[in-house]
């Protein structure tokens, strides 16, 4: 996986900017984020998303931006670099190991007031585990902000996806983040009803 991102790194906002750029500003949009607010993002790949985030938290506001690609995180600081960003924070990691004491031994604080999964969980392997970890890192109002493919579908069009992004998109991602959330809510679906933007809500401890 790692591999195949770092080669397609070069071309991969040629083939994707325009197509997911509505999807993403409705992610964006449906979290309410504000002035100041944290951010971490899970597979920020070249950070598209970064100049609509950016217009919400200004300068006051961080964003933790981890990806497993050295050359889509090569792109992205060049994206930081052209605009000028000082709070943004680049992480080369497998997700599996962002976890608390992972960000301790960084120096950075983990209460987030958002976590953002970009076409994260239908790629990372023991996505399970890493969509539960990342929604224990937000603090106790905290929201997680999906965009993701979900084809159970097992037609030439989920054979394509999974070949072209080295995904899985027939994993229930939908299933499983209703359950680790409240208040979950799929915002619209895209592109034949097989990629979502969905929000929810930390639970709070019973």
Not at 92 to 120: P, T, Y
Not at 153 to 162: G, M, Q, S, V
Not at 169 to 194: C, M, P, Q, W
Request: hydrophobic content about 40%; overall charge positive; proline content about 1%.
């Amino acid at each position: 996986m790692k591999k195949w991102y770092d080669k397609i790194s070069n071309i991969y906002d040629i083939f994707t900017i325009r197509f997911y750029k509505k999807m993403r500003k409705k992610l964006i949009n449906a979290l309410d984020i504000n002035q100041g607010n944290r951010i971490l993002i899970i597979a920020c790949g070249t950070g598209q998303s970064f100049e609509l985030i950016e217009e919400k938290i200004g300068n006051k506001g961080e964003i933790i931006a981890v990806d497993y690609s050295a050359g889509m995180l090569n792109k992205a600081k060049k994206r930081i670099d052209k605009n000028e960003w000082s709070n943004i924070k680049l992480i080369e990691a497998d997700a599996r190991e962002i976890n608390k004491k992972f960000f301790q031994r960084n120096n950075i604080q983990c209460n987030f007031d958002f976590v953002i999964g970009e076409l994260a969980f239908s790629v990372i392997p023991e996505w399970k585990k890493v969509m539960k970890t990342s929604i224990s890192l937000l603090n106790e109002t905290g929201k997680i902000g999906l965009l993701d493919w979900f084809r159970p579908e097992k037609d030439l069009l989920t054979k394509i996806t999974n070949l072209l992004a080295e995904a899985e998109t027939t994993r229930n991602t939908i299933d499983y983040a209703e359950h680790l959330t409240a208040n979950f809510k799929i915002i619209k679906k895209y592109f034949f009803k097989s990629i979502y933007v969905a929000v929810g809500n930390k639970k709070t401890a019973q």
